[in-house]
Structures are given as structure tokens and as C-alpha cells.
């Protein structure tokens, strides 16, 4: 790949015309990442046909028509109080019927004599708004009669996100491309060229055909993206195989597991053992462990890890904790350093945060080797750290972090083990393609003790019921979550109506005048404010309408229900993460899935596996034997597994192709690196 075409993949988003800084990370809260390449790799689900409405009272508010109009008057937009009313034109169509058409920036009426002239028919294009009157704002097309072919018959729906409208997708997709063209019709490269023609199909698709698993575009692509994962994982097997000259556990200069296994205050589970047991194992050996703990959240992984960091401690070694987000390094050191203290070893933390003297003297300390194990982010990593002897990496929440990114970690100390935790349950048969490289140790128990939560599911019909229960148990004390799946109707374009956040609030507050709300849309610092307010045990807010900004939220103990509106519309996975919000204090919680009506008979059978199980393993191998995901918010990742293309359960012997084709030929090729680039999920992380 040339330089050139690289540099502009590696794009910040914010630097293309019309997006900037605010855009951009809303952009970034979607894509997973905020470069061009990380939209490029974000594709429409579905496609909306575009079909001409003879008459007004033939469309559906809420649609995008496509519509002959007259002009018959403009009226310019008055400044009012320091705000400008939108201009208006009055149109009617051929039955006389009046549609007004908005425009809310500020182009002044000459403009607007100009371009619609009184008297003129115009083919106008765009969502037709559920107001009283027929009303179009800022209409996507306005072209001539005898241009109205110009105006497409299909929109391409992209999985959108807060904040973000189909317009703005597509406008900035227009963009890209156009601006991927010149980069591409210089390249002489036919892997290159074929690849951008396929991703130009699916974001210029002519039909829903062109997105589905079977269509040409989208198995060129999955056979590539499984393409870069294999070869990625084949050369970390083969690294795994070259001799190495790994510290090998022989000379035991301390004693501390026994003290370390005294001081904790409860049993470990029989699944915690085992997997103990399996750790030290590799440990022993002359090649670097490669293990993968996967375990439901709540199942006892941290406690696990530290033995590791222990055992590593007791032959003089250090181990590098690396976790996901700041706020997470800090949990994981305030836990850890309670324990070290008790077995004196030294531990520490640093973070992007620590600056200056503060981490110099850090940084001095583990060049040492007086620090032993060392908690933080991807900072761990930084060019000036340097050990004196790692000898063990302990990945949390490992799914974020690509094969690459484990391979330099690895390099900072003589072929470290590597010990990576999944709160992310992965099917058996899957985890053996996604994580071929690495040994599996499952955690499929949970400490004795908890209560389980209950949960149910519910049809919308039977809201007021709802609310009723809910009055009682928040005369109780009770706190609750309301989640709905938009912010505001803004984003209802290709969505199918679903709850918004706005409006519930609205409809709640009547019943709870004290109801706070939540969204991706607010200011960060309103947004913290709000939730800080919830989570303190002095909180006035009873019930918190959100949207899924929670699903990374903090930890509300008090919290015992939650209700998940159009929970048919959510993915398992996504169902799944968003009950562990409750359940975390010692009373009972409940779990209401509150769903639309035309949900569907897979849609129905995917919430009882919910209300029947907690259990993360069940709930994914039920996941993937279940098709019809479909009717999800506009997605084809399942949530468990984030291919972008790829779809697991259509694209079986694409799974088998890419790893044997990775297996059989050299993966050394400037392609295979190219797609090995362009496929890394690790590049994630310092976006
Ligand atoms: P996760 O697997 O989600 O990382 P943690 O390691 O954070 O889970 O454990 C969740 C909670 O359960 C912690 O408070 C931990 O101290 C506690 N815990 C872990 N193992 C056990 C056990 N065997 N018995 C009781 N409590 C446990
Ligand atoms: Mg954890």
C-alpha cells in the first residue's frame, strides 16, 4: 500500500470537511474508532427504497419520499429575540394538498427565488416529518423534472448512534469516497483496487442483496478480514514455537502464596481453582504461556490474575497488569495493593495521567526491579518503560486488544507469559478461529452467595401495569434504570419508530417528578453530574432514563430493576452486559424486557433464553444458533465477536479457507500485511 493511501486511512475523521471535533468523537462512539478507515469499515445494514409519492396523502410521516411539488410562495426567516426563524417555502402537490419545506440556516430570499422560483414543479427528496402539517426540513434532493433521475432510488441505512442522522452518514460517506477515488485510480495493485470496489458496493449498495452474508462484495470482504485475523495468529503461533529464552520458574526466592491464599477472605470456586492450577502449569513450562481466562463479569477473574502476579513475585519477576481505561487501573490497584501490603511486595500504578517527577520516580522503580507488579494502561508500554525482569503480562478485558498489540507487549521483556482475561464469553467452537494462538481456561461458576436476578419480559401494551410496580418499589427505596435504544426522533430515520429517551422522560416525570435523563448527547460533565448524583446513596433521582451511555456507566449498588425498552431491537450480548447493571448490592433485582409489537418469533424466543439463564456461556451458544437478527438496531455484529464483515454463522467454509490458506502460504506478502493493517482491531486502542 502506498504512503499515501496509508496516511489518508490513518485520517482523523474531524479533519474531513464538515465533520470537526464534536462530530468526530461522536463518530468515534460508533466506528469504534475515529480515522477514515474505521467508517470505511462501518457499513449500511439495509437499504430503504426512495419511491416517487404521487400525492402527500399517500406517504408515511416519518419516511423518505421522493415527491413532485410546485412552488407557490417563500417565506424569509425573521430574527426574533436574537433567533432566526426557519425560511420557509409553501408548495403543493398536484392535488393542491400544501407541503412547506424548512430551512433553518441562513440563506437569505434571493437565494431562494433563485433556486425554487415561485410557480416551478421540483422532484424534492427527504423525510417527511411527523408534524400536523405536511413538512420537510432541509430536504437531501431538490432537482429539476427532468433531472429526477439523478436523485437515487435507494438510501443506504447505516447503523447509526447517537447524534448522528442518516444525512450526516452519508454526506460525510460521499466525501470519502470522493476523495478515495483519486488515491485508488493511481494504484496498479488489483487486491487494492478490488478491495475499495467492494467496500464502494456495500456503501453505494443497490439493493439489501448487496449487504446480506451471500452477497459477492460482502464474501470478498469477510474472506479477507478472516484472512488478516489467521495469518495475524499464525505468525504469533510460530513465534510461540521459535526457541526462546524465557525465565523459567526453577529458583524460588520467596514465599508468598501460601500467605497470599490465607489473607483471602473466602473460598476460591472449584472453576477458580482448576484454572489456578492450569496458569502455574504453563508457567513452568520452557515455552512463554499464552492463556486466555474467559468468565462470565462477577466470576471471580481478578483474584485469579493475582495469583499469577504472585507466583511470579515469589522467583523475583514482575508482572505488568494492563487494563482497559484509567478508571479501571485504579480499581485494580486499589484492590491489589490492599493485598501486597498484607505480603509485602511493592506495587504501583501508572496511568497517561502521571507526569513529571511523579513518573520519573515510577519509572525509576521498576527499572529497578524494587516495583513488582506495576498496574495501568496502555502507558505500561511507552517507550521510556523499561523493566528489569517482566516476566508476566496480564491483559484485562483482553477483546480489545489485537494479536499485534500482544506481540509487543511481549517483546518488552524475554518472552514474557501472557495471561489475558475476557469478560466476553465466546462459544468453544468460535474461540478456537478467534483465538487459535492462545490456550483457553473457562470460569463457569460463580462465587456461592449471589442472588440471581429476576427477569421478565413484557409487551409495551402493559406499560402502566409497569408503572404501578414500579411506584411501589420506589416507595420502597428502590432505584431504577430505564434504558431506551435512541435519544431523540431525530435518529428514527430507518429505525422503525423505537422508544426514545426524551420522550419516556417525558411521559415518566409525570409519574415520577424527580426521573433524570441520561444521553450521548448531553455534555460529558452534565452527563457525569447526573449519573455521580444517581449512584450516591443520597440520590433524590428514583428512576434514570438512559440510553446505552450506561453500558459503561459506574456502579449503582442501590440500583435493583432496570427496564430495557424495545428489547427485541438489542443484541444479546448487549441485553446481557446491560442486566449485569443490577444485582451488585446484596437485595434482590429485577430485569423487565419491555418489547414493541411487532416483534418476532425468534425476537420473542432470543428474550426467554434471557429471562431463563444468566448464564454469559448459554446465552452466546444460543445467540449463535439463533438467526433473525435481523430486526436488530441496525447491526450485523452479534456483540460477542466484532467482525465487521464477516458473519459466523453464513460464512463457515470462509472461516476454513482463511485459516488454511494462512497455515499453507508464507503470510509475508505486502497484501496480507496491508490487510493485516486495515483489519487490526488493536489499532483501536490509541484512538
Ligand atoms: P470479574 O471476573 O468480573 O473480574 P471480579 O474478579 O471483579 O470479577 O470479582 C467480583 C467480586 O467477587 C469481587 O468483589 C471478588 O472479591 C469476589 N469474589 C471473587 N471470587 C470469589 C469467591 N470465590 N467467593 C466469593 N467472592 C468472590
Ligand atoms: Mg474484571
Known sequence: MK??????????????????????????????????????????????????????????????????????????????????????????????????????????????LEKLPIGTWRMISGKLEKTSKPTINHPDFIEELQNASKIPSVQAIYPAGEGLTQKTFSAIRDKIFALLDDKITLSNDTNECEFFDALRHVHYPSSTDDLSPQSPFIVKLAYWELLAQQSAIAISRNNRKAPQNKRILRQKKYNLLTHFFNTIPFDLTNAQKNTIDEIFNDMEKDIPMMRLVQGDVGSGKTIVALAAAIKMAEYGGQTAILAPTDTLAIQHFTKLNALCEKIGIVCDILTGRDKGVKRREKLTSIRSGRTRIIVGTHALFSEDVTYKDLGLVIIDEQHRFGVSQRESLRNKGNATDILALSATPIPRTLSMTMYGDMDVSIINEKPAGRIPIKTTKLPIGRITDL???????????????????????????????????????????????????????????ERDKIMTDFASTKSNISILVATTVIEVGIDVPNAT???????????????????????????????????????????????????????????????????????????????????????????????????????????????????????????????
Open 467 to 525: 408503572v404501578n410496580r414500579l411506584k411501589i418499589q420506589i416507595t420502597d427505596g428502590a432505584q431504577v434504570f430505564w434504558i431506551c435504544p435512541l435519544v431523540c426522533d431525530d435518529e428514527n430515520v430507518g429505525t422503525g419508530n423505537l422508544a426514545t429517551a426524551t420522550d419516556r422522560h417525558e411521559y415518566l416525570k409525570q409519574f415520577f417528578p424527580n426521573a433524570g435523563l441520561v444521553h450521548g448527547q448531553m455534555d460529558k460533565h
Open 3 to 112: 504512503k499515501e493511501l496509508f496516511d489518508f486511512l490513518n485520517t482523523d475523521l474531524q479533519f474531513v470537511r464538515g465533520v470537526g471535533p464534536i462530530l468526530a468523537a461522536r463518530f468515534c462512539d460508533v466506528l469504534g474508532g475515529r480515522r477514515i478507515l474505521d467508517f470505511l469499515l462501518h457499513i449500511p445494514s439495509y437499504v430503504r427504497p426512495r419511491e416517487i409519492t404521487e400525492c402527500i396523502a399517500d406517504a408515511i410521516p416519518g419516511d423518505t419520499i421522493k415527491i413532485p411539488l410546485q412552488v407557490k410562495s417563500h417565506k424569509s426567516g425573521r430574527f426574533f429575540r436574537g433567533r432566526r426563524s426557519p425560511t420557509q417555502i409553501i408548495c403543493t402537490d398536484k392535488t393542491g394538498t400544501n407541503v412547506t419545506i424548512q430551512f433553518f440556516n441562513g440563506k437569505f430570499l434571493d437565494y431562494w
Open 561 to 687: 430493576i432496570i427496564v430495557i425498552e424495545n428489547a427485541e431491537r438489542f443484541g444479546l450480548a448487549a441485553l446481557h452486559q446491560l442486566r449485569g447493571r443490577v444485582g451488585r448490592g446484596n437485595k434482590q433485582s429485577y430485569c423487565i424486557l419491555l418489547y414493541g409489537n411487532n416483534i418476532s418469533e425468534t425476537g420473542i424466543k432470543r428474550l426467554e433464553t434471557l429471562c431463563e439463564t444468566d448464564d454469559g456461556f448459554v446465552i452466546a451458544e444460543q445467540d449463535l444458533m439463533m438467526r433473525g437478527t435481523g430486526e436488530l438496531i441496525g447491526t450485523r455484529q452479534s456483540g460477542w465477536i466484532n467482525y465487521h464483515f464477516v458473519d459466523y454463522r453464513e460464512h463457515r467454509d470462509l472461516f476454513r479457507l482463511a485459516s488454511h490458506a494462512a497455515m499453507t502460504t508464507p503470510v509475508s506478502d505486502d497484501w496480507t500485511h496491508d490487510l493485516m493493517f486495515i483489519f487490526d482491531q488493536g489499532a483501536k486502542i490509541s484512538a
